[in-house]
């Protein structure tokens, strides 16, 4: 064996060691209680207790990282991720650097950036995107036409990604097909779309790449069927496209980031000086261009990801490669200007200006610590029994700062006392999945905020609690950021519908509210209701926001066939809600401007029969379209009530109409 | 040549120096600030230099300086460009998140960084295609 092959042999070792030893020695500490640690620690507990994987282990983000910790299959893949796809990144500096010195002070420059910022398993997960860029840019390198047989190949490898970590497996399909699509474009032979072989080959490319996923898809497809779950994981494919539908938030306010300025910056810069030489200075492509366009894209798509919540510092190692690329066009051109000890000087200065003044920040959030008492114990069982004892250990360690927490006590102490002989269940409203794992009880298929967005994922919660008849409901009417300060009442109404027709609150701590199973109590009515200024201000404060100008600016063709009830001013509405009650659940209020006016909201009150009143509000609607509000999804008409007045202050100059429609359209 | 050679090494010595002692006073004042920012342009001195020598220096700052005109006037009018896009459906699955509650277009944010990652391209096309012309006419 060489000795450069050696010294790869020796760097793989070394990082598998280190990676096996970080794996198998430290726990993930999450310091803080937020929503996404509470996720993390209720993924662990409930592969720790072999429960089948939820939805969004399901999708999008794959077995591998569910299961990593409990199987020794998927520990094995998990560890041998850092070392190889640190290897593809070596080799492919040693394609692209001449200087042997520079190539070694890249790479470890990379692989400590690695640890300072990104972490092992944030690498592990994104890096596959670099591992796959480099392997498709030695094939595309070497061929103008890429074989059959590596097409299938490439299938299998992505198949196989595809069926372990699902999200990144998607995003590496599209690389490939980017790739296999655009090519003549890159390599300047734009002639070849114009010829039917190029379409031919494009064709068996696309065919032998897919009998490639499907192969390797196939272990996947048993693996489901075993556990019983291929229908569910079949069916709920169909609801993918929901997620950018419920998780779309606002790209432009993490672009103030400084992980999101030097990704852009760096992407910009590269994408100035390869479209510079390749369209100015007709230079080839070489096999730096493709890395270079492959990491573009895999940032552009990693960037789309950033829905809920930005993923800017997750990426930074990509945008690391970039720039240090960048450094090594400028070095390439003084090579011949000045000595190489000042070369090294300036590269060295370059990294120095990124680890220390450019501020990115560390995604290790959580604490890594190595556990002593666990390197004793490998000594006593085999692989499987450590991992579960190494699991639990670190699960508990997490757990008891939940345990020390005075609300999270409290709540416990509250559930268990009523708990008699028989034990209680809860339901958690969607952001605090911790409470499952504290009291150990196993939660609804749909059990996070986002992903119980959609009318059916409400449904199929309401079915499970009554089928359950779960006895407690906690409520935290703190979390309003998690949700992206979309309230309950918009984003889940159907449920809260359901809560608030079977529950009352009975006992409140800190920011949290415990309701009890009563079917006939009125919520609203309830002394402990209408005691709490915080609760009243949840559910009696309403604000539509754009819904209102939304429906009626998509929607307004459906009301053509509605009954009218009334219209005319707010007088004329409230003449005749004197007279005639209405107290149905399909009742609409149709504002309609009669002027444009600087105007931003409609505020409105509406009181009941029974005296409750609750003050809406909405964004203005334009002369050229109505506001139609669904007075049902209004959280004081969950239960049927009498309108008995509507009332504003700034609405004189509108005009409205109370219809009644059963289109199921509207929302 | 010789000379030149090394009347440049010197420089970019005394450059690297400077770079230094630069850096080593920000060791002291490690935060974020105007000071890092000037350190980041100092740093990419070298860049300016490459780019002098680059053909068509003209070419190449007219380039630089459309990107540069065409990104101020895409960050400062997004709110504008953003109107032109009509706000979320609510579709049959009465999903209700931000976008749709807040009005938030789904397709702006695409439109936006596609914008800005293909904005050196087609500036550079049209500008090469502009010189091409330039120097048919002339000839």
Redesign the interface.
């Known amino acids: 064996m060489g000795k450069g092959k050696g010294f790869l042999v020796l760097i793989f070792l070394l990082l598998l060691i280190y990676s096996i030893y970080n794996f198998l020695f430290s726990c993930k500490f999450f310091p803080r209680n937020t929503f996404d640690s509470q996720l993390l620690l209720f993924w662990d507990y409930t592969a720790l207790h072999n429960l089948i994987p939820n939805k969004d282990i399901l999708y999008p983000y794959g077995i591998l990282f569910y299961y990593k910790n409990v199987s020794i299959i998927f520990s094995f893949i998990y560890v041998l991720l850092f070392p190889t796809l640190a290897i593809l990144t070596l080799l492919t500096f040693k394609k692209i650097i001449k200087n042997k010195i520079l190539i070694y002070l890249t790479f470890f420059s990379f692989i400590f950036f690695i640890l300072k910022y990104t972490g092992i398993e944030v690498f592990n997960r994104y890096g596959i995107l670099l591992g796959i860029s480099v392997l498709l840019s030695f094939v595309y390198n070497k061929y103008l036409y890429v074989p059959r047989s590596y097409s299938f190949l490439f299938g299998c490898l992505i198949g196989f990604v595809l069926s372990i970590v699902t999200d990144i497996g998607l995003y590496i399909l599209s690389l490939f097909l980017f790739f296999s699509f655009f090519i003549p474009i890159f390599n300047n032979r734009i002639n070849t779309l114009k010829t039917s072989k190029y379409y031919i080959h494009l064709a068996f490319t696309v065919i032998f790449f897919l009998i490639g996923i499907l192969t390797v898809l196939l272990p996947i497809v048993l693996f489901y069927m075993k556990l019983e779950n291929l229908s569910t994981y079949v069916e709920h494919s169909k609801y993918l496209f929901?997620f950018?539908?419920?998780?779309?938030?606002?790209?432009?306010p993490s672009l103030r980031s400084?992980e999101n300025i030097f990704n852009?910056v760096v992407?910009?810069f590269t994408?100035?000086v390869l479209?510079?030489k390749r369209?100015?200075l007709k230079e080839k492509t070489t096999f730096i261009t493709y890395i270079q366009i492959s990491i573009?894209v895999s940032l552009?798509l990693l960037?789309?990801k950033s829905v809920i919540r930005s993923i800017d510092i997750q990426i930074t190692f990509l945008a690391f490669i970039l720039y240090m690329f960048l450094f090594l066009?400028?070095i390439t051109?003084?090579k011949d200007?000045?000595?190489t000890f000042?070369l090294y000087?300036?590269y060295l200065?370059?990294l120095?200006?990124l680890f220390?003044?450019?501020?990115l920040r560390s995604f290790n959030t959580t604490s890594i610590y190595f556990y002593k008492p666990l390197e004793l114990s490998m000594l006593k069982g085999n692989i499987q029994s450590f991992l579960t004892h190494k699991q639990t250990i670190c699960l508990s360690q997490n757990l008891d700062k939940y345990k020390d927490n005075k609300t999270y006590q409290n709540i416990l102490m509250f559930i268990n006392r009523n708990a008699q002989d028989k034990k209680l269940l809860i339901f958690d409203y969607l952001t605090d999945p911790i409470f499952y794992v504290l009291l150990n009880q196993k939660s609804p298929f749909y059990f996070e905020v986002?992903g119980s967005?959609?009318?059916?994922a409400q449904h199929q919660i309401v079915d499970e609690l009554n089928k359950r008849n779960t006895d407690f409901v906690i409520l935290n009417i703190n979390m309003l950021r998690v949700k992206?300060?979309?309230p309950d009442y918009?984003?889940t109404?159907f449920l809260l519908k359901y809560i608030t027709t079977s529950f009352v609150p009975v006992r409140k701590i800190g920011n949290y509210y415990i309701l009890m199973r009563h079917r006939s109590k009125d919520f609203f009515e309830s002394d402990f209701f209408k005691n709490d200024v915080d609760l009243q201000k949840y559910f009696l404060d309403i604000d539509l926001?754009?819904?209102p100008?939304?429906?009626g600016?998509?929607k307004s063709k459906y009301l053509s066939g509605s009954e009218v009830l009334v219209s005319g001013s707010l007088d004329a509405i409230n003449q005749y809600l004197a007279k005639q009650e209405i107290s149905e659940n399909d009742v609409f209020l149709v504002v309609n401007s009669k002027e444009d006016t600087d105007k931003k909201s409609h505020f409105f009150t509406l009181e009941t029969g029974d005296y409750l009143k609750t003050t809406v509000s909405f964004?203005a609607c334009s002369k050229k379209n109505v506001c139609i509000v669904n007075l049902s999804r209004i959280p004081i008409f969950y239960k049927m009530r009498k309108i008995k007045r509507i009332y504003s202050e700034g609405a004189l100059e509108d005009s409205f109409q109370l219809i009644r429609s059963k289109n199921k359209?509207f929302? | 040549m010789i000379k030149k050679f090394s009347n440049f090494q010197f420089f970019f010595q005394a450059y690297l120096v400077i770079y230094f002692l630069l850096s080593l006073i920000f060791l002291f004042n490690s935060r974020w600030s105007i000071y890092s920012f000037f350190l980041i342009s100092y740093s990419l001195l070298p860049v300016i230099f490459v780019l002098s020598k680059s053909k068509r220096v003209i070419l190449l700052l007219a380039t630089i300086c459309t990107l540069c005109i065409s990104y101020a006037i895409t960050l400062t009018s997004s709110k504008v460009i953003r109107s032109f896009f009509l706000p979320p459906k609510i579709l049959e699955g009465k999903i209700i998140g931000f976008a749709q509650y807040y009005g938030y277009p789904f397709l702006f944010d695409y439109f936006f960084v596609f914008e800005i990652i293909f904005i050196p391209i087609i500036v550079i096309i049209l500008f090469s295609s502009i010189s091409k012309k330039y120097v048919k006419k002339n000839l």
């Open positions: 929901d950018q539908l419920y998780s779309k938030t606002p790209f432009l400084t852009f992407i910009i994408v100035f479209s510079y369209i100015i573009i552009f960037l789309q066009e400028i051109f003084l200007r000045i000595n000042l000087a300036y200065l370059a120095f200006i220390s003044i450019m501020g986002f967005s959609p009318i059916y992206d300060n979309v918009m984003r109404y926001k754009l819904i100008q939304s429906e600016l998509y964004s359209i929302w």
